[in-house]
């Protein structure tokens, strides 16, 4: 069964945060909110969390991964940037957007696109994540909590452990979050293409 953990959404506490770190670190999947919706989510050095998410999503080999990462000196060791690329995504996080760029040497193989060697990489603001963020040192490997006969992402945590309690190792609840995904910019050509609208304004990426 999952763990279930009520949090403050503005001031999470630090012994439940501590908790959730621990529950990554043993190789746990978590659920959890974010500040467009709730994701899925494992440490990166975690190979079957990523085959757990992908069971749960019904998910193919041409899935983006997203590194959810602390700060954009966090981001910058896991993608490659050049200077008009790092001021866009500067200006836009942290925020609802994920962002698909060519991976550096430090993201395992394993979580990479297979045929573009690309990663998802994203800053959110959200209280609770940056804690979880601050207290691990590390991105969390994540991916929207869709459901494969679902519509919408998941919003409410009682229901996601009611759904998930057996296929996840523990929910993070600090009340409901947004219904949109982040909106998606794909950037691996060179020039940014929105590849999905979400909650975060698509129009300086267009």
């Not at 959730?20 to 975690?46: E, K, M």
């Not at 925020?95 to 990479?112: D, Q």
């Not at 909590?145 to 759904?163: A, H, S």
Request: glycine share 8%; charged share 25%.
């Amino acid at each position: 069964m999952a763990r279930y953990f009520d949090v403050h959404p503005v001031d999470p506490q630090p012994r439940a945060i501590g908790q959730v770190v621990d529950i990554l670190r043993g190789g746990g999947l978590i659920a959890y909110p974010t500040d467009s919706c709730f994701a899925l989510g494992c440490s990166l050095d975690n190979p079957e969390g990523k085959d757990r998410i992908r069971r749960i999503r019904h998910l193919d080999d041409k899935h983006h991964y997203t590194l959810v990462c602390a700060d954009f000196a966090q981001l910058g060791q896991f993608v490659q940037l050049d200077n008009s690329v790092f001021r866009a995504i500067k200006a836009a996080t942290p925020g609802p957007y994920t962002f698909i760029l060519p991976a550096t040497r430090e993201v395992p193989r394993r979580l990479l696109h297979p045929k573009k060697k690309t990663v998802g990489v994203r800053i959110p603001e959200h209280p609770v994540v940056r804690e979880l963020l601050s207290a691990l040192g590390e991105p969390i490997l994540s991916s929207t909590l869709i459901l494969p006969d679902d519509d919408d992402p998941m919003t409410e945590g009682w229901l996601i452990k009611d759904r998930l309690d057996h296929e996840i190792d523990a929910v993070i609840d600090s009340g409901e979050c947004g219904l949109e995904p982040t909106t998606v910019v794909d950037w691996s050509e060179g020039a940014p293409v929105v590849t999905r609208v979400g909650a975060g304004d698509p129009g300086p990426f267009e």
